[in-house]
Each structure stands twice: as structure tokens, then as C-alpha cells.
């Protein structure tokens, strides 16, 4: 009978003991489970979400699970794996570099010959050539700066000048070409390279007016901004030509996203405008227009696509409605996230 209140008491404790290590086994697995949901999240929006959303409190919960993985699933007392030593493994040698073609570059060609005074030996015969030993190296000159000075001759005519009844134009000029930008000491060649830094690399102006000033050329920016404004009246004929092809053609592909505008009339810096993109289809000449528009209504593109006839592949946005001889198609790339975002299936041709 004395032993009775300690085989409750032992019993007792035995299941207190079980409680709390079951509690600590269901915290691990919903743990476990909660970072499972988090990965599967962030897989389905890589997969079907846009690039450019911002991230979620389910991405942010996700990487501080991953950043906190080691110590979640750390145990001190487990025991170590056996090493295993594995063979190194060896590559075989390639003759060519990866990721390096000099093929179609001009080449300067240094020449390292034996002066005369080497070319007899030492036992007294001479030494001919047995072979050569070719080695290259990539040169590089940065853009160069250089002025080319106009000089126009003025001529007269003496006589004329004297007995001439003003019939006669008395002064004559040498013919010289025509200025592309008359008026200013920039070239076609300083235009397009100011152009090309800027749209083509991301090069800010200021960043320019910085690089040039290093070579000893001062430029200003509002001076590269005045050469862009001006090349538009050369560029225009050109982006016209490019939109009535890419209208004769019978698919068009089309997007928009957003940018921000710093000096813009009537609306706040921090406020949203829109660039929309059209892009030819893969059979015919490559095409690629962008559009500026400070809204995102439907009326730029069906302005834009004036004349077209065809397939227009776009995004599920309905601003794409109600174009004029348009058939528009869904695109394979948005179908599957737009299933899972709207759960309404989306037409795709």
C-alpha cells in the first residue's frame, strides 16, 4: 500500500513527460510545415507572378526562414557522418578560352626577330628560322576626341568690285556640306555616342559630362540634352518607317510598364506614367517601338494600333479591349499566372 502513491506519482510524470515531448515534436513539424508553405509560395510566384511585383510579407517570412534555417534544425548532440575521401575530379584541358572570341578583330602584327650580331652562333655558323611561337593580346583605346576645323575660303572678284553693275555676285564661297546640327560643334558621331551611353548602356548625362570632363573635354549635360532633343528631328522619319512596317505586319506583340517622370506638367514626381512597348513576331524584319504615355488608359493603344489587322498578343489587362480589326490573344507566358491569380481560365491562342 506505501508503494501506491509512488507509481501514481511515477505515472504522472511519465505522462507529463510524453505531453511535452509531443508538444515539442507538433511545434517542429507545424515549424517545418510552415516553412514548406512559404517555399511552395515563392515558388508558384516565381513561376507565375510578375518580375516586377513587389515583395510580399510571405516572401519576406520566407527568407527569414531560410537565413534562420541552421539554427532552427541545429542539434548540438547529433552524431558527425562518416567521411568518405573522393577522388579529384580532373578536366580536360581546353586549347580555347570560354567566353573570349577575338575571330573578325583587326590585328597589329609585332614582329621579335634576332638582331644581326645574334644571328651568327657561337661556333661560327649561322642560325635560320625553325619555327615561331604566337601569342595574342587584346588592346583596347577608349573613345577618342578629336576636332575637325571647317574652313570655308571666301572669294571676290576685283573687277567686279570696280566695274561691276551688281548683276554679279561679287563674293563666292566654297561649297561645303550641309551641318546636321548647324549651329553647335556637335557631330553625328558625338550625337549617336551621347545617344548610345544613355539608351543603350544607362548612362546618365551627368555621368557623361564626368567621363568627358576626365579627357579634358568640357561638355555640359544641358548641352547633351539640347544634341538629343535636336536628333529627334533625324530620328522621327526613321521610328515613322519602323511603325508602318511593323503595322503591315499580322502579329504584334504589346506591354506597358511603369516609370517615373521628374518635371512633368501637371503631375507630381512620385506619381506614375506609363512607356508601352509594341514588338513585331519572329517571322519578319525585328521591330521593337516604344510609346510614351502618362496614363494607362486603353485610348494610347487603340490610337497606336491604328491601320493594324491582325493577332495582338498581350497580357490579361483590359485596356486591350475593343481595339478596331483586332484579334487579341493571351499570351503563354501571363495564362498559367492569371489561372492561379483570377481563378478564371484565360483564352490563349
Known sequence: MEDTPKTQDSTEYSWQERALKAEAELAK???????????MRLL?????????EKTSK??????????????????????????????AHQRAKRKKK?????????????????????????????????????????????????VTKHVQYVYACRHCENHGDGTIPVVVKAPKPNRAFPGSIASPSAVAHVIEEKYVMAVPLYRQEKQWERRGVKVSRQNMANWIMAAQHWLQPIYDRMKEVLLSQDIIFADETT????????????????????????????????EYQPTRSGEHPKEFLK???GYLVTDAYGGYNGIPDVTRVGCWAHYPRNMVIREKPLSAV
Open 44 to 52: 508558384t510566384a516565381k513561376r507565375f507572378g510578375r518580375s516586377s
Open 29 to 39: 513539424a507545424l515549424q517545418k510545415l510552415e516553412y514548406l508553405e512559404a517555399q
Open 259 to 290: 516609370l517615373q517622370v521628374l518635371q512633368e506638367d501637371g503631375k507630381k514626381a512620385e506619381s506614375q506614367s506609363y512607356m508601352w512597348l509594341y514588338r513585331s513576331g519572329r517571322y519578319g524584319p525585328g521591330i521593337v517601338l516604344f
Open 58 to 87: 510571405d516572401q519576406l517570412q520566407l527568407f527569414e526562414d531560410f537565413f534562420n534555417e541552421a539554427e532552427s534544425n541545429a542539434e548540438p548532440f547529433a552524431p558527425e557522418p562518416e567521411l568518405i575521401t573522393v577522388p
Open 98 to 146: 570560354k567566353g573570349v572570341s577575338l575571330e573578325g578583330l583587326p590585328e597589329t602584327v609585332v614582329e621579335y626577330r634576332l638582331p644581326e650580331e645574334k644571328l651568327t652562333c657561337s661556333c661560327g655558323h649561322e642560325r635560320h628560322i625553325i619555327g615561331q611561337e604566337v601569342t595574342k593580346e587584346l588592346v583596347v583605346v577608349p573613345a577618342q576626341f578629336s
Open 307 to 309: 491601320g493594324f489587322k
